[in-house]
């Protein structure tokens, strides 16, 4: 069985560009999270989606990022425009709607380097 | 505010040793305290959890402590090996499906041959 599938893996951009990033949860999972990990510190939620509609979205910084998870599939990970305070790996997670509390599965994660 | 919080940073421990892992937390509404284990370029994958209904659990060589007073739960890893060498996050949620993780900063462990 497929897991959580991040693309890219790595993006060089400059500040002011624009950055989409894309998650391929497990089939089947409802529950999908973004989340980032500045470098060397805590992993941070960004926000959870049910299916296509947006549960949480209290941990996105602010307005330069959007996601979308259109007909509750893949998501993708907007940032336009980028700020060097960007940088940092984005995870993505999913699980089931009735699994364990706390099961996520996570993807190898996008690092993303605003210069 | 950090709502989790992690130590040490990093660890280095030999073949064998039994290196251990703190977390505090400050939100009495978390039930549900994992533990994820992360390898260089991989993602956090959950090693271990615990509920604050007992005070221990063993899963192989992982172990988790909770003292639900002092809002701490800490891992132990028994007989480490070079291969258990990565970063550990411990982690915190209100436990229901679906409910956010609060992280903690992680700890980079390597464990000398």
């Known amino acids: 069985e497929a897991g959580v599938t991040q693309f890219p893996s790595h993006s060089v951009i400059e500040k002011g560009q624009t950055v989409t990033l894309r998650c391929d949860p497990i089939?089947?999972?409802?529950?999908l999270y973004w989340y980032r990990r500045v470098m060397g510190k805590e992993i941070k939620f960004l926000l959870h989606?049910?299916?296509?509609?947006?549960?949480?979205e209290s941990g996105m910084p602010n307005n330069r990022f959007l996601a979308e998870r259109t007909g509750g599939t893949y998501s993708t990970l907007k940032v336009q425009p980028a700020e060097l305070e960007d940088s940092g790996v984005y995870f993505c997670?999913?699980?089931?709607?009735?699994?364990?509390?706390?099961?996520?599965?996570f993807g190898e994660g996008s690092r993303l380097t605003v210069l | 505010q950090q709502q989790v919080k992690q130590s040490p940073q990093s660890l280095i421990v030999q073949k064998g040793g039994i290196p251990i892992i703190n977390c505090a937390y400050e939100n009495t509404a978390f039930d549900y305290f994992p533990w994820y284990q992360q390898f260089p370029g991989k993602g956090p994958a959950l090693l271990i959890a615990?509920?604050?209904?007992?005070s221990e659990k063993k899963e192989g060589r992982f172990t988790i402590s909770f003292n639900k007073s002092a809002k701490q739960f800490s891992l132990h890893i028994m007989d480490s090996q070079p291969g258990d060498s990565a970063t550990y996050f411990c982690a915190a949620s209100r436990g229901s499906s679906g409910s956010r993780l609060t992280f903690g900063e992680g700890t980079q462990l390597t464990v000398n041959p």
């Open positions: 989606f049910v299916k296509e509609s947006k549960q949480d």
């Open positions: 089939s089947g999972h409802d529950n």
């Open positions: 615990i509920r604050p209904d007992v």
């Open positions: 997670a999913s699980s089931q709607i009735r699994g364990p509390a706390g099961e996520l599965f």
